[in-house]
């Protein structure tokens, strides 16, 4: 059982980080072999509507005209079980570099093939082989989790897109928000991002996301893409 982890964040030893690690130690603590990438070391390109990948409804993995390093992290979750994306809050989304990753993903993973509410040539996840257990971890300023909806747009996109590149079901999203060690005064509070501390109740909760997806891999729990789980409220298929 492998679990992947891709993080977007720009700071390999900081929030994301620390959080994404102590996820992958649930995980591995449940017999996965674990393995972080970091978006950041690697040389990943805008894409340019070329259209290649989009034409392409037989590959697993649909060629690229960009040669980088995306098709190796492609590899990787094909090779996975379980995939967690995880990211900074950066200007109430997640960062650039899971979204210019996310965009090469799109037409990579996914064909469109697929149809939703009577609409053909809907996005339709490639790899058919399994269902892999996903999960996001996104890192936050001081917004409190009551506030996230100011925030945190990043989630509820990060999840459908996770479940849909990996064909797999959701085990959970976590939003980490700042802690501090005491009381900030006004001049703090300019600088709080600074001053942030995760707390033992965030790494406890990290390890528990990465346990839980583990286990439903273990227990072949674990479902394919199902787009109804992602419609607004109110809509139906
Ligand atoms: C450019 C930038 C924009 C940010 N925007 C937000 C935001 O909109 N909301 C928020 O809560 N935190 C925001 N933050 C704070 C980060 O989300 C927070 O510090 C995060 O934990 C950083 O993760 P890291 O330690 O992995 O870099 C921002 C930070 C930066 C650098």
Redesign the pocket.
């Known amino acids: 059982m492998k679990v992947l982890a891709i993080n977007a ?3 390999p030893k ?4 620390q959080l994404t690690l102590k996820a992958l130690e649930g995980a591995a603590s449940m017999g996965a072999e674990t393995e972080m990438v970091l978006l950041k070391d690697l040389d990943i390109n805008f894409c340019t509507n070329c259209l290649a990948c989009y034409q392409d409804h037989e590959s697993e993995i649909a060629d690229c005209t960009i040669d980088d390093d995306v098709r190796g992290v492609l590899e990787k979750i094909k090779k996975a079980d379980g995939l967690i994306l995880s990211s ?5 989304f997640v960062t650039g570099l899971m979204t210019t990753f996310i965009e090469r993903a799109c037409f990579t993973m996914v064909k469109p093939t697929g149809e939703v509410l009577g609409m053909k040539g809907c996005p339709e996840p490639r790899l058919t082989d399994k269902a892999r257990a996903v999960a996001t971890i996104v ?5 409190p989790p009551e506030l996230r909806q100011y ?1 945190d747009m990043g989630t509820p996109w990060l999840q459908e897109a996770a479940a849909m590149i990996a064909n797999g079901s959701s085990m959970g999203d976590m939003y980490a ?2 802690f501090f060690p005491h009381q900030l005064n006004d001049e703090e509070m300019t600088r709080a ?1 600074l001053l ?1 501390e995760l707390t033992e109740e965030q790494f406890a909760e990290a390890f528990a996301l990465g346990e839980k997806m583990a286990r439903a891999i273990k227990d072949d729990e674990v479902g394919p893409y199902d787009p109804a789980a992602f419609l607004p409220e109110g809509v139906e298929t």
Do not use: D, K, L, W
């Open positions: 964040t720009s700071r900081q929030t994301t980080s900074p809050v950066h200007s109430g890192s936050a300023g001081q917004i925030c928000c700042a991002f942030r």
